[in-house]
């Protein structure tokens, strides 16, 4: 029997509710802790405090509009689940549970404002159901985030009068921290000269739990040195390319995992495809698409796709899904070993 609690957080959604409420009404509180093992299996136990927090729910609703009522449909032990509860909390109102049917869930909420957040995933389903897409449309905002979205289902989406939000953040920012490219007010992003993206601001963790050696590397001069590759536009928006450990070393050539992806997302077969390197003994690592699918896909076309062409897969694996997390983000390490097995 799992006990709940906030070092690290975990429970049932109401037993993390009523720990987050005393955290919330506490005169100084001891920050919680998120455990996560990351998409590559790295354990970490991100520390939180309440000021941070409240940074991230007051800049959340003041970049949406004000605050609202949430939908909870995520995991309460991951930050995304947790920051649902404690918006709800600092909004005062009451959030609502999903019941596996958007419709079923809308019905119950009361809150003038409505707000739900969802992983990709989650919303491509929502969009394969009618019932589900017209629900979907009285939400002031549907926040997307946790990995990357397709162009075409957002496409879809707003087509259906969906008001999409795509988020970029990770724990250790205390969840989404950036809304369509652009930082919430008070987080600052800037690009070091090996194209890693760095945050700043009052939404970051304090450090690792237990970890002070990976905390000194994340955490340095005020800034959160993240996993990601990216770039910034001339008007400041955000645009993630890759991550740091998704780098395919082919036969000397680095191939960002990442852009590839989406390359090959845009094949109308493919409903979601990871990109990662497979041992070989004569070019070191060799780039394989692992593509869940339901239709026919060969891997010449998946090849035409790609440019430059030096980036193209070699080899191709059709899954009927990708191994994922809890959190919904892909299970990198189970990936790589498909790859490497297959």
Same mark, same amino acid.
């Given at each position: 029997?799992?006990?709940?609690?906030?070092?690290?957080?975990?429970?049932?959604?109401?037993?993390?509710?009523?720990?987050?409420?005393?955290?919330?009404?506490?005169?100084?509180?001891?920050?919680?802790?998120?455990?996560?093992?990351?998409?590559?299996?790295?354990?970490?136990?991100?520390?939180?405090?309440?000021?941070?927090?409240?940074?991230?729910?007051?800049?959340?609703?003041?970049?949406?509009?004000?605050?609202?009522?949430?939908?909870?449909?995520?995991?309460?032990?991951?930050?995304?689940?947790?920051?649902?509860?404690?918006?709800?909390?600092?909004?005062?109102?009451?959030?609502?549970?999903? %019941?596996?049917?958007?419709?079923?869930?809308?019905?119950?909420?009361?809150?003038?404002?409505?707000?739900?957040?969802?992983?990709? %995933?989650?919303?491509?389903?929502?969009?394969?159901?009618?019932?589900?897409?017209?629900?979907?449309?009285?939400?002031? $905002?549907?926040?997307?985030?946790?990995?990357?979205?397709?162009?075409?289902?957002?496409?879809?989406?707003? $087509?259906?009068?969906?008001?999409?939000?795509?988020?970029?953040?990770?724990?250790?920012?205390?969840?989404?921290?950036?809304?369509?490219?652009?930082?919430?007010?008070?987080?600052?992003?800037?690009?070091?000269? #090996?194209?890693?993206?760095?945050?700043?601001?009052?939404?970051?963790?304090?450090?690792?739990?237990?970890?002070?050696?990976?905390?000194?590397?994340?955490?340095?001069?005020?800034?959160?040195?993240?996993?990601?590759?990216?770039?910034?536009? #001339?008007?400041?928006?955000?645009?993630?390319?890759?991550?740091?450990?998704?780098?395919?070393?082919?036969?000397?050539?680095?191939?960002?995992?990442?852009?590839?992806?989406?390359?090959?997302?845009?094949?109308?077969?493919?409903?979601?495809?990871?990109?990662?390197?497979?041992?070989?003994?004569?070019?070191?690592?060799?780039?394989?698409?692992?593509?869940? %699918?339901?239709?026919?896909?060969?891997?010449?076309?998946?090849?035409?796709?790609?440019?430059?062409?030096?980036?193209?897969?070699?080899?191709?694996?059709?899954?009927? =899904?990708?191994?994922?997390?809890?959190?919904?983000?892909? =299970?990198?390490? %189970?990936?790589?070993?498909?790859?490497?097995? $297959?």
């Amino acid at each position: 029997m799992t006990t709940s609690s906030l070092r690290p957080v975990r429970g049932t959604a109401a037993e993390v509710l009523a720990l987050l409420r005393e955290w919330e009404a506490a005169e100084d509180p001891p920050p919680l802790v998120i455990e996560t093992s990351g998409s590559t299996g790295r354990p970490k136990r991100v520390v939180l405090s309440r000021a941070a927090m409240r940074a991230s729910v007051e800049a959340t609703h003041e970049r949406l509009g004000g605050p609202g009522q949430w939908v909870l449909n995520l995991p309460p032990a991951y930050v995304a689940g947790v920051q649902v509860l404690f918006r709800s909390i600092v909004a005062g109102t009451e959030p609502v549970l999903f %019941t596996n049917d958007v419709h079923d869930t809308v019905m119950q909420m009361t809150g003038p404002r409505r707000y739900i957040s969802l992983v990709p %995933t989650q919303l491509e389903r929502c969009l394969g159901n009618r019932h589900d897409t017209e629900a979907l449309g009285s939400f002031d $905002a549907v926040l997307v985030g946790g990995g990357p979205l397709r162009r075409q289902t957002r496409l879809d989406a707003e $087509a259906e009068d969906i008001r999409v939000v795509q988020t970029y953040g990770m724990s250790e920012t205390c969840g989404g921290c950036v809304y369509d490219g652009v930082p919430l007010d008070a987080v600052a992003l800037k690009i070091d000269a #090996d194209g890693q993206v760095l945050v700043g601001g009052p939404v970051l963790f304090d450090g690792y739990e237990g970890d002070p050696q990976r905390t000194t590397e994340a955490l340095q001069d005020g800034w959160f040195r993240t996993d990601d590759l990216g770039r910034l536009d #001339d008007d400041g928006r955000l645009h993630v390319t890759g991550r740091v450990d998704d780098m395919v070393i082919s036969g000397g050539l680095k191939v960002p995992a990442g852009a590839v992806e989406r390359m090959l997302a845009e094949h109308p077969s493919v409903d979601h495809v990871a990109v990662v390197g497979a041992p070989d003994d004569e070019w070191g690592e060799v780039v394989v698409a692992i593509v869940a %699918t339901t239709k026919d896909v060969t891997l010449d076309e998946l090849r035409d796709l790609v440019t430059p062409r030096e980036w193209a897969p070699r080899r191709m694996l059709a899954v009927d =899904d990708l191994p994922l997390l809890g959190n919904g983000k892909l =299970d990198r390490l %189970t990936a790589r070993r498909w790859a490497a097995d $297959a």
